[in-house]
Every structure is written in structure tokens, then in C-alpha cells.
């Protein structure tokens, strides 16, 4: 991704897509047509450690466990996660793919993929989630849930896609989802932004199987 000139303190504004995401629904997993910065909440009035500690919590009592790879975030997913206490007990850890190349010879995404379309792509997002599940599994047995992000959080557009577009990716055993975000504010703020909105819409993923 674009080389780190340094964040600033500008907010980021969540705003909805142009059109909806998409892809076929997977069960236990949010239909993929719904539109994005509508169809689910946002981060709880706690904040984004709120959100961390209640997933957390939601996946130690069903006995699940997480894998985290990023990209544009650069590990603040996974770091977020760890930082709840007891966290150690379900996730797994992260890959830190920021180069588009590991993000084949690591987590398996399609290199005539990323050659195509770049590295901000819906199905891009799809295919880290679902590869980091078997990259960061444990005695065969792959993580039971698989998130991601890629996205431009700037300064300069990439791939043909502007600035503060974000894809997060949510994966399982069932299959796995996209969700297009766009963004307001500067690197710090984008990047804060997109991992409350990842985490938010993976607690709401996994209640809705409950």
C-alpha cells in the first residue's frame, strides 16, 4: 500500500456506498446485497474496545476461535483483539499482508486476481478471510472464523480506487462476505475507522447466529 506519511487528527465519516456489495448469502454470515453504512450498526457508544471485548466474550461462550489478516490496517485489528483481556483464547493471530504479493504466497488469494484488480477488491477481501483461516490453523484444524481488510487510506488513490475505499471480509466454514466501506478523513482516521467497522460487523455476524 501507499507509504505512511504520518496521521493526523481528522475524524472519519462513515457514509454509505453507491450501491450494495455483492455475492451470494452465506449462511450464518449477513446477506452480502444489503447496502453498507445502513444495513448494520456502527461501533457501540463504548467505543471500538467495547465491540472488542463483547466479541471476545461472544466467541469464548461458543468455544470459536478468530483469525485476523490485514492490510491497510496494518495490525490494529488483531492488536485490538489482543488487547482484551482473555483474548488469548480465541484468536489465533494475524498476518499483516501489506504488500500485494504475500497476499498470494501467504493467504492464497488469486494472483490473476490481484493481477486484474488490484488489491482493493471486494472478492480480494473474500479470499484473505477465507485464507487466513487454514494459514493460522492449529493441528489441521482451521480458525472458525476468518476477517480481513484491504482498502486505500491514502494519501493518493490506488488501483483506480479513491480514497477511504475499504473492503473488510468476514469468513467460515460456510462461505464468505464482503462489505464495501467509504470512508471520510486522513490515514489515522480511515484506518481507525475501518477496524471499528470490521469489528462491529463481525459481533453482529456472529450474534446472528446465535
Not at 479513491?162 to 480511515?190: Q, Y
Amino acid at each position: 500500500m501507499a507509504t505512511d506519511p504520518g496521521a493526523h487528527d481528522a475524524p472519519a465519516t462513515r457514509v454509505a456506498p453507491p450501491g450494495p456489495s455483492s455475492g451470494d448469502h452465506v449462511p450464518g454470515v449477513p446477506d452480502q446485497s444489503e447496502p453498507t453504512g445502513q444495513s448494520e450498526p456502527t461501533a457501540q457508544p463504548d467505543g471500538t474496545a467495547g465491540v472488542a471485548r463483547a466479541l471476545v466474550a461472544a466467541l469464548t461462550e461458543r468455544g470459536e476461535t478468530v483469525a485476523v489478516a490485514e492490510s491497510l490496517t496494518g495490525g490494529l485489528v488483531v492488536a485490538t483483539l489482543v488487547g482484551v483481556p482473555g483474548a488469548s483464547a480465541v484468536v489465533r493471530g494475524g498476518v499483516v499482508a501489506y504488500a500485494t504479493p504475500v497476499k498470494h504466497t501467504v493467504l492464497g488469494v488469486d494472483a490473476a486476481l490481484l493481477a486484474a484488480n488490484g488489491a482493493v477488491d471486494p472478492e480480494v477481501a473474500r479470499q484473505m478471510a477465507s485464507g487466513v483461516r487454514t494459514a493460522l490453523a492449529v493441528d489441521g484444524e482451521p480458525a472458525t472464523w476468518g476477517i480481513s481488510t484491504t482498502g486505500v487510506a491514502g494519501p493518493d488513490p490506488q488501483d483506480g480506487k479513491s480514497v477511504g475505499t475499504v473492503f473488510v471480509g468476514i469468513a467460515s466454514a460456510d462461505g464468505a462476505r464482503a462489505v464495501e466501506l467509504h470512508l471520510d478523513g486522513d490515514r489515522g482516521a480511515i484506518r481507525d475507522a475501518t477496524v471499528s467497522e470490521l469489528l462491529t460487523r463481525m459481533s453482529a455476524t456472529v450474534h446472528e447466529g446465535e
